[in-house]
């Protein structure tokens, strides 16, 4: 059974850092692309980023890129998205997923708040 | 980018009755590789998002048949033959030809 644990949400002030996990069992890990799309509060999936299964290609958002680093280490089976400069704006839950072209599993969320 | 428009936005339905969800693409979704990739996604109240559909109309594993997708270059719809009480929730539809990918809006289902 796949499954995608996130962790690593929480409260942080505007500018503030943050980097979130997600754990991932059940599959191949190295075999596969992940993605990190987050949900604001009340508003629809907003796709932030997707790192190949080798980490040979990262792509971002224009809203994020140059704060945000995808990453992963499959020798852990975990994703990693190192958030920087955090803005009001970046509130929101961020759920990691198995991308294949589309986001075939998906994990339960870790939310994280920006606010002073 | 490519937007994705969802109609409509809202959709109260009768139990067992169909629903019909439509989303267009503002520029073909087909890829070098001669794939579409148009997807469908749930999202029941509170939950995760789910998969349903895959490359316009491959249903996922362990959803139900009720559920159906069809559509081809900038133009696809999600239909539920008759839908049920577990099918409340929101439906995004989402491309993956190229990067940035993108969701449309949303279209919530609710029950009349």
């Known amino acids: 059974e796949v499954q995608l644990l996130e962790s690593g949400g929480g409260l942080v002030q505007p500018g503030g850092s943050l980097r979130l996990s997600c754990a991932a069992s059940?599959?191949?890990?190295?075999?596969?692309?992940m993605s990190w799309v987050r949900q604001a509060p009340g508003k629809g999936l907003e796709w932030v980023s997707t790192?190949?299964?080798?980490?040979?290609?990262?792509a971002y958002a224009d809203s994020v890129k140059g704060r945000f680093t995808i990453s992963r280490d499959n020798s852990k089976s975990t994703l990693f998205l190192q958030m920087n400069s955090l803005r009001a704006e970046d509130t929101a839950v961020y759920y990691c997923?198995?991308?294949?072209?589309?986001?075939?599993?998906w994990g339960q969320g870790t939310l994280v708040t920006v606010s002073s | 980018d490519i937007v994705m428009t969802q109609t409509p936005l809202s959709s109260p339905v009768t139990l067992g009755q169909p629903a019909t969800i439509s989303c267009r693409s503002s520029?073909?979704?087909?890829?070098?590789?001669?794939?579409?990739?148009l997807s469908w996604l749930q999202q029941r109240p509170g939950q995760p998002p789910r998969l349903l559909i895959q490359?316009?109309?491959n249903r996922f594993s362990g959803v139900p048949d009720r559920f159906s997708g069809s559509g081809a270059g900038t133009d696809f719809t999600l239909k539920i033959s008759r839908v049920e009480a577990e099918d409340v929730g929101v439906y995004y539809c989402?491309?993956?030809?190229?990067?940035?990918?993108?969701f449309g809006q949303g279209t919530k289902v609710e029950i009349k």
């Open positions: 490359k316009i109309s």
């Open positions: 059940g599959f191949t890990f190295s075999n596969y692309a």
């Open positions: 997923a198995q991308y294949l072209r589309s986001h075939d599993y």
């Open positions: 520029q073909s979704l087909v890829h070098s590789d001669g794939n579409t990739y």
């Open positions: 989402m491309q993956g030809t190229q990067f940035p990918l993108t």
């Open positions: 790192i190949g299964g080798n980490a040979g290609y990262t």
